[in-house]
């Protein structure tokens, strides 16, 4: 799946979710404060700089070089989730908090 496309799903299903909310609750704020936090989650998750973060966590602190290599220009624009423990623990624990947050507010 390209980045691109991801990003399509993804507001496809953001767009079903705020229906969603929004027949449910009939409450205009409630879908509004959906598609805020939607947004913010995709951006979160789809939109950085995958090819500064995919590194090392040691490695974050160094600069990357200007210059890329012609292979990096030439990759597929697949979209490769590298495993790193720390970065999954920081996503998961501030997704965690914004989803707590937003269904507080839904479900209130």
Do not use: N
Request: proline residues 4%.
């Amino acid at each position: 799946m390209t980045r691109d496309e991801a990003l399509q799903r993804s507001l496809v299903a953001l767009a079903l979710a705020m229906a969603l909310v929004g027949i449910f609750t009939w409450s205009f704020k409630k879908m509004l404060a959906t598609y805020v936090f939607g947004l913010f989650s995709v951006c979160g998750i789809l939109l950085p700089d995958w090819e500064f973060f995919d590194r090392d966590f040691s490695q974050w602190f160094i600069p990357m070089p200007a210059a890329r290599s012609a292979a990096a220009d030439r990759a597929d624009d697949t979209w490769k989730f590298k495993f790193y423990p720390l970065r999954v623990a920081v996503l998961a624990t501030i997704y965690s908090f914004g989803f707590y947050k937003w269904w507080k507010y839904v479900s209130s």
